[in-house]
Antibody
Framework: EVQLVESGGGLVQPGGSLRLSCAAS????????MNWVRQAPGKGLEWVSA????????YYADSVKGRFTVSRDSSKNTLYLQMSSLRAEDTAVYYC???????????????WGQGTLVTVSS | QSVLTQPPSVSAAPGQKVTISCSGS????????VSWYQQLPGTAPKLLIY???KRPSGIPDRFSGSKSGTSATLGITGLQTGDEADYYC???????????FGGGTKLTVL
């Protein structure tokens, strides 16, 4: 069974940093692109970042570019999102989601993890 | 303001049919694959439709997707109370090299 489990969320002060992890199992991790998507409380989905299976290509939403860094470790089957210079508007549930072989391929995002809550507040 | 435009809400009676539209542009829907996601209250999103009109295994054929030009549509027939959820369309935007989602549509089954 394909499974994604996020961790690392929590309360952080404005300007602080946090690293999210997404542990993957049930598929050949290095063969698939991965994405981070967030959802602010009571709001819709917002795509955050994507990374290719090799890790050689990365993409970011304008709202996080220069502050967030996506990476992956195929030896650990784990996806990461390093977040810095955090702002109140970064408060959201962060989901990781498995993509297809290519970034934003025809296959859609399936499955999604259960999400981890990041709260940026003093 | 989302790049993809969806109606904020739709409603219909049990057993009826509903459609949810998703409007974009040539840089996103017009030249990329569209997916649809269902988010039940308090849960993570789930893939309903991929590659514009294909259903993953386990998704009933009551759910259908279509795309024409720069718009996409999700159709749901035989509505059930368990279909009450938020529905999102998503695709890639080639002009900004970024993923984009619609603002979401809340389905109420009256």
């Amino acid at each position: 069974e394909v499974q994604l489990v996020e961790s690392g969320g929590g309360l952080v002060q404005p300007g602080g940093s946090l690293r999210l992890s997404c542990a993957a199992s049930g598929f050949t991790f290095s063969n698939y692109a991965m994405n981070w998507v967030r959802q602010a409380p009571g709001k819709g989905l917002e795509w955050v970042s994507a990374i290719s299976g090799s890790g050689g290509s990365t993409y970011y939403a304008d709202s996080v570019k220069g502050r967030f860094t996506v990476s992956r470790d195929s030896s650990k089957n784990t996806l990461y999102l390093q977040m810095s210079s955090l702002r109140a508007e970064d408060t959201a549930v962060y989901y990781c989601a498995k993509d297809g072989v290519g970034i934003y391929s025809k296959d859609g995002f399936d499955p999604w993890g259960q999400g981890t809550l990041v709260t940026v507040s003093s | 303001q989302s790049v993809l435009t969806q109606p904020p809400s739709v409603s219909a009676a049990p057993g009826q049919k509903v459609t949810i539209s998703c409007s974009g542009s040539s840089s996103n829907i017009g030249n990329n694959y569209v997916s649809w996601y269902q988010q039940l209250p308090g849960t993570a999103p789930k893939l309903l439709i991929y590659d514009n009109n294909k259903r993953p295994s386990g998704i009933p054929d009551r759910f259908s997707g279509s795309k024409s030009g720069t718009s996409a549509t999700l159709g749901i027939t035989g509505l059930q109370t368990g279909d009450e959820a938020d529905y999102y369309c998503g695709t890639w935007d080639s002009s900004v090299t970024a993923g984009v989602f619609g603002g979401g549509t809340k389905l109420t089954v009256l």
